[in-house]
Nanobody, 120 residues
Framework: QVQFVESGGGLVQAGGSLRLSCAAS??????????IGWYRQAPGKQRELVAT???????NYAESVKGRFTISRENANNTVYLQMNSLEVEDTAVYYC????????????WGQGTKVTVSS
């Protein structure tokens, strides 16, 4: 089973930046062939997809973060990053990473996530 550990969250003022990390406990070859997404869930809201990166390093972003967030991956150390710039109060949420498929809404396993709080 692939397990993900998120880190890097914290409290930041609006307009600031954070860099989130996601470490996967799998072999490097396995990590290199899976597509990964960053997700977030704010209090009282449904979990949403924020950004994805494929095994070929193609990326996609939610419209709400496009131009502000950048997803990347370092296959050598089984890590995916989310660089978050120009943060807005609306970005406040618990951020999770997981494999990305079209069936992500039915995933049974999610890690602890990392909390991002953006203050005005």
């Amino acid at each position: 089973q692939v397990q993900f550990v998120e880190s890097g969250g914290g409290l930041v003022q609006a307009g600031g930046s954070l860099r989130l990390s996601c470490a996967a406990s799998v072999s490097t070859v396995t990590f290199s062939i899976i597509d990964i997404g960053w997700y977030r869930q704010a209090p009282g809201k449904q979990r949403e997809l924020v950004a994805t990166i494929s095994s070929g390093r193609r990326t996609n972003y939610a419209e709400s973060v496009k131009g502000r967030f950048t997803i990347s991956r370092e296959n050598a150390n089984n890590t995916v990053y989310l660089q978050m710039n120009s943060l807005e109060v609306e970005d406040t949420a618990v951020y999770y990473c997981n494999r990305w498929t079209t069936s992500w809404r039915s995933y049974a396993y999610w890690g602890q996530g990392t909390k991002v709080t953006v203050s005005s």
